[in-house]
C-alpha cells in the first residue's frame, strides 16, 4: 500500500511540476511587462533647490493629485566641500557658511492639498551620485572634542558597500536624510531640527520603497526632499552620514479624512511605524508610543488599553538621530501581526 500511494504520489507531483513552472514564467512576464508601475511626469533639477523651512517660500514646481516626480538633490554641504578635500583644507576654508547646509529639492505644491490633509509620498527610487563625504561635527553628541577628520568616498549607484579601512566594509543603504512639507508659519526656519512637518529626520529606514506619511499644514502641502545618504546608523552620532548628491523618484497622494497624524508616520512592506521628535530622547520615546497607541486605536478598532499592551508586546522603540537639537525616536510594529485581519 505504501509503496502504491508512493508511486501516486510521485505520478502526480511530476503532472503538476510543469503547470507550477508555468505559472512562475507567467508571473515573472507579467511582472517584466508592467514595468515599474509608474511614469514619471516631472523632473527638477538638483538646482531648484531652497534650504529652510516655511510656509513662504516659493514651489519650484504645481503638480496634480497622484503626480510622480524624479528629483535630482545636492549634497548637504551644498558643494562647498569637494571630492578628495582634507580635513585641514576644509578647515582652512575662510568662506565655509554653514548656512548653506541641506539644499532641498522643491518646494512642490500639491493641487488639492489642505491643512488636515496627509500628504503620502511613496518613494519609488532612492539612488546615490558618484561620490560622498563624511565629518565629525565635535560637540553635538559626545563631549570629548576628536580631532577632526573629513573622509570622502567614491561611489556609483550599485554599489553595495563601501571599504572604511582594511577589512572593514560598510554596506551601503541610501534614503533621503530631509523630507518635509511646509510648516504654518511665516518664519525661515533652519532645516537642522526635525519637527511635526518632518524635515531632517535622518532615519535610514526611510528607503527606496518606503511609503510616508506627513500631516498638511499649508494649501499645497509643498514638499521637499534632499540630504541624501549613502549610509548611516541609527543616530548618525557624530554629526553626518556618508553625505551623496542623488537621484529620487517619488509619487504624491493627497488623502482626504486619514487617521489623526501630529507628525510623519511610515510604512514598509513588513512594518509601520509612527516618529515623533523632542528636545530628549525620553520625551520622544513616550510621544512615540502614544502615537503609535492613537494609531493602534483608531486604525485596528483597540482600546487604548489593549493598544498600550500591544505596543508594549510587539512595539519597537528605535533611535533615529540624536544630533539635529530635536532628538527623534520611533516606533515600529510588525504588520505580519494583523494578518488575521485581512
Ligand atoms: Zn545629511
Redesign the pocket.
Known amino acids: 500500500m505504501k509503496k502504491q500511494s508512493l508511486i501516486i504520489y510521485s505520478v502526480s507531483l511530476l503532472l503538476i511540476i510543469p503547470f507550477i513552472l508555468s505559472s512562475c514564467t507567467v508571473e515573472e512576464q507579467k511582472e517584466e511587462d508592467a514595468g515599474p508601475g509608474y511614469t514619471i511626469d516631472h523632473s527638477l533639477s538638483r538646482d531648484q533647490t531652497h534650504n529652510k523651512f516655511s510656509s513662504q517660500i516659493e514651489p519650484v514646481l504645481t503638480v496634480d493629485d497622484g503626480a510622480v516626480i524624479e528629483v535630482y538633490t545636492e549634497e548637504?554641504a551644498d558643494e562647498q566641500i569637494s571630492p578628495g578635500m582634507t580635513a585641514a583644507e576644509f578647515a582652512a576654508l575662510e568662506d565655509y557658511d554653514p548656512g548653506l547646509v541641506h539644499p532641498l529639492t522643491g518646494p512642490v505644491f500639491v493641487r488639492g492639498a489642505m491643512p488636515g490633509d496627509i500628504l503620502q509620498v511613496k518613494l519609488h527610487v532612492v539612488e546615490i551620485g558618484e561620490w560622498g563625504w563624511t565629518r565629525i561635527v565635535n560637540g553635538i553628541f559626545l563631549e570629548e572634542e576628536f580631532e577632526p577628520l573629513l573622509r570622502t568616498w567614491e561611489l556609483s549607484k550599485d554599489m553595495q558597500s563601501v571599504q572604511f579601512s582594511e577589512g572593514i566594509n560598510v554596506p551601503l543603504n541610501p534614503f533621503a536624510?530631509v523630507m518635509g512639507v511646509a510648516p504654518d508659519t511665516e518664519e525661515m526656519l533652519s532645516t537642522i531640527p526635525p519637527r511635526a512637518n518632518g524635515g531632517n529626520m535622518d532615519d535610514p529606514n526611510m528607503t527606496e520603497g518606503t511609503v510616508l506619511y506627513f500631516p498638511v499644514f499649508v494649501e499645497g502641502a509643498l514638499f521637499s526632499i534632499g540630504?541624501m545618504?549613502a549610509a548611516q546608523g541609527a543616530g548618525e552620532v557624530c554629526g553626518?552620514?556618508i553625505?551623496v548628491p542623488g537621484r529620487v523618484v517619488y509619487e504624491l497622494k493627497v488623502i482626504k479624512d486619514g487617521h489623526d497624524m501630529k507628525e510623519p508616520q511610515y510604512e514598509t512592506a513588513t512594518t509601520y511605524a509612527v516618529t515623533a521628535v523632542a528636545p530628549t530622547l525620553d520625551e520622544a520615546a513616550r510621544k512615540a508610543n502614544t502615537y503609535m497607541i492613537d494609531y493602534l486605536e483608531e486604525g485596528h478598532g483597540l482600546s487604548r488599553s489593549e493598544a498600550f499592551m500591544l505596543t508594549s508586546l510587539t512595539g519597537d522603540l528605535r533611535i533615529a538621530e540624536v544630533v539635529d537639537q530635536n532628538m527623534m525616536v520611533t516606533m515600529h510594529i510588525d504588520k505580519g501581526i494583523f494578518a488575521r485581519r485581512n
Open positions: 548637504a536624510g540630504d545618504h553626518t552620514a553625505e
